[in-house]
């Protein structure tokens, strides 16, 4: 290969600039010209490309984003939309990929790679840590850390006014964020799509709680839990404990944001490297991840279709502490 291009995709990451730059410049190293399209699969239709330097990733470690932008693109979602994407690879003479996202992301490039034949590695980025096939994503620790800054200050206030505080954070499908950032916090309850948790079973906890004299109680809530967002279950929260001071917040994006921590840069550093290194040695349709501490790469249909399981021990541990 001559020239290859990396793209970033989907909800940005703490650690992507970082996973950039170590393609960027392993690209490099081996000869090879690297082009950074801009806006994911939206700038690949468009050919919002141009080639880096090493100069180019200067400067990036330490920051949080994606220099080459980030997009969700219907149009990348039809046969019409790839074929125009293809093209214009075709055109810039881009030979192979570096695609750096969640599953969304590499399901794009699994049909992208069937239909069209262009080899494409993965470097898992997302905050969500749901990708199977590598122990932990780019910018999952950055969040968990950003996370628990955020729940110790809510402890601190809900102890001055002895009050439930329900916080809500990130993950849509998974409950990584909330059970690490709930272990660590303290939480009294973490709610997660993965186990079947009743409103029954927090009030119960709440309720056994204060008659243990707890004057204030954290209950961590990953957006996604099947009995609904913070502000939801607060409101189920408040018909059941009518004398309890209830409060919400709601994290948000914040924890998409900031400087990547050690581990993300590491991870992504690791991760960018081996996933160009891969693509130049010939792999293709897989994704670069770290699984006890060792390089691995796993077929994207392996990487979006297995489900990676939380912890039980986590799960266990909450309710013992709380018990
Ligand atoms: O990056 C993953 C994620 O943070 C999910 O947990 C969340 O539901 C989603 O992104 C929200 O992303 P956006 O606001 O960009 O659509």
Known sequence: MKRVAVYTSGGDAPGMNACIR???????YHGVEIYGIRYG?????????KQLSSHSVSNIIQKGGTILKSARSEEFM???????????????GIEGLICIGGDGSFTGAKIFYEEFGIPIVGAPGTI??????????????????????AIDKIRDTA?????????????????YIAIRSGICGGAEIVLVPETNTTM???IETLKKGKNRSKTSSLVVVAEGDEIGGAIEIAEMARKHLQDADIRVATLGHIQRGGAPSAKDRILASRM?????EGLLNGRKNVMAGVMKDELVYTPFEHAITIEKTLSPDLLRMVDIFNS
């Not at 969500?128 to 994503?137: E, L, Q």
């Open 22 to 28: 170590a393609v960027v410049r392993g690209a490099i």
């Open 41 to 49: 699969y939206a700038g690949m239709i468009k050919g919002d490309m």
């Open 200 to 202: 029954e079973e927090v």
């Open 272 to 276: 960018g490297l081996s996933a160009i």
């Open 128 to 149: 969500d840590n749901d990708i199977y096939g590598t122990d932990f994503t780019i910018g999952f620790d950055t969040a968990v850390n950003t996370a628990i800054s």
């Open 78 to 92: 039809t046969k019409e939309g790839r074929k125009k994407a293809y093209e214009s690879l075709k055109e810039h």
């Open 159 to 175: 102890d001055s006014h002895d009050r439930i505080f329900f916080v809500e954070v990130m993950g849509r499908d998974s409950g």
